[in-house]
């Protein structure tokens, strides 16, 4: 797995470059909530493992409850977004879309380096395994998106002051 901070990277550049379509919140959440599963397992038996919530299944079932809780917490969010000069959508279907786009791209990146990340579970393959060759790359790679998509928010943030 790249560092899980890095991860919002790849689903934030998506955000800010397609606003229509995507919702930050949502982005953000759908791209690092999933490594609580490796977090609790490091705290319960010292090993970090990718499990249910790192599989295509999973990102459809952890997306949903996302969307959901951030359903719930929609105007609250618009206010916080508006306060940040961001406009969002928060329609359902864009809070899912967006969760599970940067959900599925977190599998993805993760399936390249570990594996224990079975993305088309219950299938025990993973075709996409490159190897712990894989993992610098990656986190290179998420770096740079997370980069550019804090300038491009920051850039819009000043040309609507």
Do not use: C
């Amino acid at each position: 797995m790249p560092l899980t901070p890095l991860h919002p990277g790849s689903a934030l550049i998506l955000g800010v470059l397609f606003p229509k379509f995507f919702n930050l919140w949502a982005l953000f959440l759908g791209s690092t909530v999933m490594d609580v599963e490796p977090v609790v397992g490091i705290i319960l038996t010292g090993y970090s493992y990718h499990g249910f919530l790192h599989t295509i299944l999973g990102a459809i079932s952890g997306s949903l409850l996302v969307a959901v809780i951030l359903w719930q917490f929609r105007r609250e969010l618009n206010n916080i977004s508006l306060k940040l000069k961001l406009r969002q959508f928060f329609s359902f279907p864009a809070l899912f879309f967006s969760a599970l786009v940067a959900w599925l791209i977190h599998i993805f990146f993760d399936s390249l380096s570990h594996a224990d990340v079975l993305p088309f579970w219950p299938s025990e393959r993973n075709p996409i395994l490159i190897g712990h060759t894989a993992y610098w790359p990656s986190s290179l790679i998420l770096l740079t998106l997370l980069i550019a998509a804090l300038i491009i928010i920051i850039k819009k943030r000043q040309s609507y002051a």
